[in-house]
């Protein structure tokens, strides 16, 4: 080999190393600031592995986000131009989170009062060791504890209560857990990541509680909501709901993480049906986190 065709080859790979640098660093970070400037997400100061950025002209930690991608809250959803990107359910772009847990969990101290009047089941939040710092576990377990204490969650039927508990034994356990542990425990017959409630235990998938879904455009606070009210709607009993009505909001039972299109999901969920069946019917609903939207607060 000449070496000017090693300088060749060099200066392909140095070229090839820029431009996927520039890729990785232009749509990941925007979001990723915008939720570590929300005081309730001390996201991961030292646990997670954060890439270096290749070159010294990426945004720092600290510059204001440049252009917040969730300027689409008009949803695209209710656009069908061709200059609009349908939402996938793959995981939107946002703050590196690890990928590897230790495989245990520790439950998050804390109890709450009875919220409903119904039968109280008792839940506990647990968070898998090495995928969060301390400080991010608390907020975890304020914002589980938000969604089922929210009227228009489950107790609005007035037949279900719930109270947290950290030393008893629970009925459910909450557990926020690492990609690859859910990802075993979950399957990934459909290749994006999820959560899943199996024998009394909710696995809330680490990359979508940080990163939310794109069916919420930016939503993360709503689509965490959601993550929580669907995943206990399993413990209840529930199973999955297509959209029923173009424009309505979508159930809390729907698979919103990937879609809140009829049409959608079914594609998505063709070769690993999901319990009910999704009829492609064209219908296409609005993102929406509680199992009772109706109620007032
Ligand atoms: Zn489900």
């Given at each position: ?24 660093s ?19 100061a ?10 010294s ?24 131009g ?14 590196a ?9 520790r ?17 506990s ?6 995928v ?37 034994q ?19 017959e ?24 794109q ?8 689509y ?39 049409d959608?999901?079914?594609d ?15 219908k296409t ?13």
């Open positions: 080999m000449t070496v000017g065709r090693i300088v060749m080859y060099v200066f392909a790979a140095m070229l090839a190393g820029v431009t996927i640098g520039m890729l990785d232009l749509p990941v970070d925007a979001p990723a600031q915008r939720e570590v400037a929300q005081p309730q997400v001390p996201v991961m030292t646990s997670i592995s954060v890439r270096t950025p290749p070159s002209s990426a945004p720092s930690s600290s510059a204001p986000p440049s252009q917040p991608s969730s300027s689409s809250t008009t949803a695209p959803l209710a656009l069908a061709r200059d609009v990107v349908r939402p996938g359910p793959e995981l939107p772009p946002g703050v989170v690890r990928d590897q847990g230790e495989g245990w969990w439950t998050v101290p804390g109890t709450t009062a009875q919220v409903g009047t119904g039968r109280v089941r008792t839940y939040v647990e968070v898998e060791q090495g969060v710092v301390p400080q991010a576990q608390l907020p975890f377990a304020t914002a589980v504890d938000e969604a089922l204490a929210d009227p228009r969650g489950w107790t609005a039927s007035g037949d279900v209560a719930f109270r947290r508990v950290d030393v008893a629970p009925d459910v356990r909450i557990r926020l857990t690492a990609k690859e542990t859910a990802r075993a425990i979950c399957g990934f459909i290749p994006y990541d999820t959560s899943c409630y199996v024998n009394g235990v909710v696995y809330v998938s680490a990359p979508r509680w940080f990163r939310g879904a069916s919420y455009a930016g939503d993360l606070a709503g965490r909501k959601y993550l929580v009210n669907h995943e206990i709607g399993h413990f209840l009993g529930r199973g999955h709901e297509p959209c029923p009505a173009d424009g309505a909001p979508a159930p809390v039972m729907m698979q919103q993480t990937f879609s809140v299109s009829n959608a999901l079914a998505i969920t063709a070769s690993a049906p999901q319990g009910a069946a999704v009829a492609r019917d064209g609903c609005v993102a929406n986190p509680w199992p009772n939207p109706g109620v007032t607060r």
